[in-house]
């Protein structure tokens, strides 16, 4: 029951952005209804706000990635630190660097939160060596595998037959008894999964320091 009640949630969320966010686990949040919750009918949504429209774009990165809004500013205040040009690329390749979202991605667990819980039980090998913070960025040319034995756990092997994404360019895996993922090139915005407006991220996050 905690569990058909954990997925209503998720789809309720999901309902109200309409839109499907890959990282929240199973797909079908949108396919029998596609107006907001509270609505006994696909009626029109209502016209939003400037400040609305930004907020929404917020809460999707939020909930595909799974993080709380500390999390969230955290990462602005890495990229505007870092940032030469465009601190939003910075931020966008950051969030996809994450581990849990490169284990999520990789095919080896069905969504972030999952992943999460993967790494947390130090289920993961980063360049070889077990890591359990969900949060690390991952760097180019480093390595991200399970521990030999986590190959044969049911939820794995089902998800790598049917995986929620397919494999992102910034990504190569190399296949075999032991499949290992490799981050190849920096992810960028273009690899965000899902429609996003950087513009409105951009302008929300804008006074952040």
Known sequence: MANSGNKKRKFKV?????????????????AKRKYPPGHHGPKSRQSTS??????AEK??????????????KLFV??????????WVEDFFTLLESRLDNIVFRLGFAPSILAARQIIVHKKVLV???????P????????????VDAYYANAIVQQTRQSPRLGLPDY?????GAKPVGTVSTKPTYEDIPFVLDKRFIAEYYNKTK
């Open 59 to 72: 809460q999707k990165l939020r909930f595909h990635y799974m993080m709380r809004e500390g999390q969230v």
């Open 127 to 133: 360049n070889g060596k077990r890591l359990d913070i």
């Open 77 to 86: 205040k890495r990229s505007k630190k870092g940032a030469h040009l465009n």
């Open 171 to 175: 990504l190569t895996l190399t296949e």
């Open 14 to 30: 999901q309902r109200r952005l309409g839109i499907e966010l890959p990282g929240m686990g199973r797909p079908g949040a949108l």
């Open 135 to 146: 949060s690390y960025v991952v760097r180019v040319g480093e390595t991200v595998e399970l």
């Open 50 to 55: 400037e400040f609305g429209k930004r907020l």
